[in-house]
Every structure is written in structure tokens, then in C-alpha cells.
């Protein structure tokens, strides 16, 4: 009997994934609601003796007045200058001091701050979120100095840097009426404009109890860290429930291809195409997403082997969902070789395009991507603040906290035909942006 390695290698693939699965343990949590509509969730981890102390709030930059964007990350920043009861420039101070760090981060659905701390300094974490909840020191000293530093981090990071506006040019040409046509960072003029009440009736409709997740992870006693909640948190009045959201089938569909061209001082031209995509947490996001892998991630993947290794019309080439709460946009991006026209970049990459929406991947192809999202995710979860950011996410933006021990299977369902149907639904011509970025003065 003649033996076929290469479907033995495949069963012995699937085989491996399954076993390795089922053998990550479960992520145990306890989860309820407090008077004021704060939402906790608590995971007892005693492996380290250490806590984290993670808030998040449902705001981002899809929440923000089309006059006014980059309200969210301007937050992200003013909420460190200082409380009632925390002197201004001490918060980072304070944490340090205790043997711990901090940090936060703004998207365009949910602004994130996380504190970590040895377990016996859980307290202090509660007390000084507690704190920036509730008495944060907004006043015209601290927004003038954040002002600068926000305004600063867009020239540094976007305006000023080569492709730093990538994102921004290409969501602007694909959103015509949802929030998301403009970036976390905002607009300079919009922040450099905003006057002190503009900026604290923002902080009044979203940073309340009642538009928040707080999770605490790590080596904590699960009794002992719910009276602690209380005592810090239980008293903090709940906010309006008036908060400004777009709808989530703001954006019409597309169906006319939108071409443009952005002149960047830049020395390597590059193509870029977004199409537009189901919503995260959706069955299509998800084989979307492994479509996504199966097109550019790894070098054995179709466009890096042909585009970069076979053909050479590419120095990398990458294609990603950008995963957001409503419908969204999948970026494929790819530098130019040398000498290479990006007419035929763009054709070549058309051409494998054309590929996944006639061909159904093979079964390789699918096992392979499967086994790579089955490694990212259980490595999502490994640090306690990684743990404590995910439980957050999934709770706000997904509306269940228990999909971190169950997503997976979510990927795991996806079939070869679903690949081939989303591709046919979502990356069609008439359903995308394509943006060539060229250097300045060339035509």
C-alpha cells in the first residue's frame, strides 16, 4: 500500500493543534455589575505576586464630534496630569515608586489604562483609579500643557514621518459618513482650537462608571478584592447614559471603486488597496481575518512568495483587517521593488486576489493559518496585562467576557468555502480603495 506523507502530515497537524488546545487551561473569572453600572471582572491568578488594575472606557475616536476629533487620545494623556488628591505629574511618580508601571493607549472604539503593581500595593491601583475617575484635575493648566504634547505626537508620528499617514489618507477615501473617516489622533486645529469646556463636557459623557469595564488580574483574593472594588469604587455617582455613538450602519455599501494618488517625501513608492469589511466578532470577520493570513503572513504565504520571493516586484507586502466594533477596512499594503512599476504591483496582487475568489485555498493553506491563530491566541493570554486588556475588550466591544476561552473555536469552525465566499463578498473591485503612494514630484 503506497503511504500519502503529505495527507499524513496534514492529519498529524491537525492532530497536534487539537491536542494542544485542549490542553490550555481555562481562564476562570467572576464578573458582575455595581450599583453605578461599573462592570468588574475579577481573575484570580497567584502564579506571580502581582496585580493589575486594568480600566477601560467605551470611547474612542468614532465617538468624538466631527469638529472636534482627537478628543479620546487627548484624554489618554490628560488623565495622568493629576487628581483632587495626586498632585499633578505624581501619578507616574507614585506607581514607580511602589515597584510597579502603567501605561494606556486610545483606539478608534475604547480608551485602555492599566496599572501594574505588586499584589500587596492592589489598593493603592484601586485608589488611584478610583481617583482619576473621580476627581481628575481638568483645568486650563494641564489641557494647555497636553495640548502641546498631543499636537507634538502628531508631527512625530504621522504628519511628519515617511507613510505616517497611511491610515489616515486611506480611511479618510474609505468612510464617507461613519466616525471612523478620521484618526485617533485627531486634527491639530481641532485640539488646538478646543476650548476648556469643549474638553470637560467630553470627559463628563464618557468617563463615568457607567461606560467602563474594570478588570483585576493576577494574585488577588477573589472576597477580599470585591469588598476593596466597593469601598473605591461603589460610591462614584453613575453618568448620563446619553453617549454619543454612530450608528453601526452609518457607512452605506460600496459600490464604486475609489482610486487616488498621495505624493509622501518618501523614496519607495508603494500600492495600497482597503476593502471594506463585516464588523469584529462577526462570523465573516473572522474568515476574513484568515484569509487575510492566508494572502501575507509568513514567508511561505501567497503574495510574500510570489510578489517578494519569486517575481521580486516587492520588498514585503502585508494584508490585515483592521478589526473595529462596526464595519471596517482590510489594508493590503506593499512596498515597490526597485524599478518595479507599481501598475504591475498593483496587477500582480489583482491577480492573486482573483485567485482566492475563484479557487478555494488548500487544505494545507487552511491547517497552517488555523495553527497560527491557535498560537496567537493562546499567547494572547499569557501575562496577567494582556489577560486583564482582552477580558476588557471582550466584555465592551463583544458584549461576553468568556469568548477569551472561546473565540478560538470561532477561527477553528472557519471551512476552506467560507474563505472562498467572504472573498467574493468583501474584496471586490467596486468594494475598495486603492491609494498609490508615490515620492513627491513624481508623476
Known amino acids: 500500500m503506497k503511504l500519502n506523507c ?43 505576586p502581582n496585580v493589575v488594575v486594568n480600566i477601560m472606557y467605551h470611547v474612542g475616536a468614532k465617538n468624538e464630534h ?43 472604539d475604547v480608551t485602555n489604562y492599566f496599572i501594574l503593581l505588586p499584589s500587596n500595593q492592589l489598593e493603592l491601583g484601586l485608589w488611584m483609579e478610583s481617583e482619576r475617575m473621580l476627581h481628575p484635575v481638568i483645568d486650563s493648566i494641564g489641557i494647555a500643557t497636553q495640548k502641546d504634547v498631543v499636537t507634538e505626537e502628531m508631527k512625530q508620528t504621522r504628519d511628519n514621518r515617511p507613510y505616517g499617514r497611511l491610515l489616515t489618507e486611506t480611511i479618510y477615501r474609505a468612510f464617507t459618513e461613519h466616525a471612523y473617516k478620521t484618526d485617533v489622533l485627531g486634527a491639530d486645529p481641532h485640539i488646538r482650537n478646543a ?9 463628563d459623557m464618557f468617563y463615568v462608571p457607567n461606560n467602563a469595564v474594570l478588570v483585576i488580574t493576577g494574585d488577588i483574593d477573589i472576597d477580599e478584592t470585591r469588598q476593596k472594588v466597593e469601598k473605591y469604587f461603589g460610591d462614584i455617582p453613575r453618568g448620563g447614559d446619553n453617549f454619543r455613538r454612530p450608528e453601526k450602519d452609518a457607512e452605506p455599501r460600496r459600490t ?31 474568515a476574513v481575518e484568515m484569509l487575510g493570513a492566508v494572502l501575507s503572513q509568513g514567508q511561505s504565504s501567497r503574495l510574500h ?6 517575481e521580486e516586484k516587492a520588498l514585503n507586502v502585508s494584508s490585515f483587517p483592521l478589526g473595529l466594533e462596526h464595519p471596517g477596512i482590510n489594508i493590503t499594503f506593499a512596498l515597490t521593488n526597485m524599478d518595479t512599476d507599481p501598475n504591475d504591483l498593483e496587477k500582480a496582487i489583482n491577480e492573486e486576489m482573483e485567485r482566492v475568489r ?27 496585562a494582556r489577560r486583564a486588556t482582552n477580558l476588557a475588550n471582550y466584555h465592551l466591544l463583544y458584549g461576553d467576557a468568556s469568548l477569551i476561552n472561546t473565540e478560538i473555536d470561532r477561527y477553528m469552525e472557519v471551512t476552506r468555502e467560507d474563505i472562498k465566499r467572504v472573498a467574493n463578498e468583501y ?17
Open 427 to 443: 474584496f471586490r473591485e467596486d468594494n475598495r480603495v486603492v491609494l498609490y503612494w508615490l515620492p513627491k514630484g513624481e508623476s
Open 358 to 384: 475563484t479557487e478555494m485555498i488548500t487544505e494545507d493553506e487552511l491547517q497552517k493559518v488555523k495553527n497560527q491563530f491557535e498560537s496567537r491566541m493562546v499567547n494572547s493570554n499569557t501575562t496577567i
Open 66 to 108: 466631527p469638529e472636534r476629533t482627537g478628543f479620546a487620545h487627548f484624554f489618554e494623556h490628560l488623565m495622568f496630569e493629576g487628581t483632587k488628591h495626586i498632585e499633578r505629574g505624581e501619578f507616574s511618580e507614585i506607581v514607580e515608586m511602589a515597584g510597579g508601571s502603567l501605561n494606556a493607549f486610545t483606539s478608534f
Open 6 to 48: 503529505k495527507a499524513l502530515f496534514s492529519v498529524a497537524l491537525l492532530l497536534i493543534a487539537s491536542v494542544s488546545y485542549s490542553s490550555t487551561p481555562k481562564i476562570e473569572f467572576t464578573e458582575y455589575t455595581l450599583d453605578n453600572g461599573l462592570h468588574v471582572i475579577l481573575n484570580e491568578d497567584n502564579t506571580t
Open 256 to 286: 464604486v471603486e475609489v482610486r487616488d494618488t498621495v505624493y509622501d517625501n518618501i523614496q519607495i513608492p508603494a500600492v495600497v488597496q482597503a476593502y471594506m469589511i463585516p464588523a469584529q466578532g462577526t462570523p465573516d470577520f473572522y
Open 305 to 310: 512568495r510570489r510578489l517578494v520571493d519569486q
Open 195 to 203: 476650548t476648556d469646556e469643549d474638553i470637560k463636557a467630553f470627559h
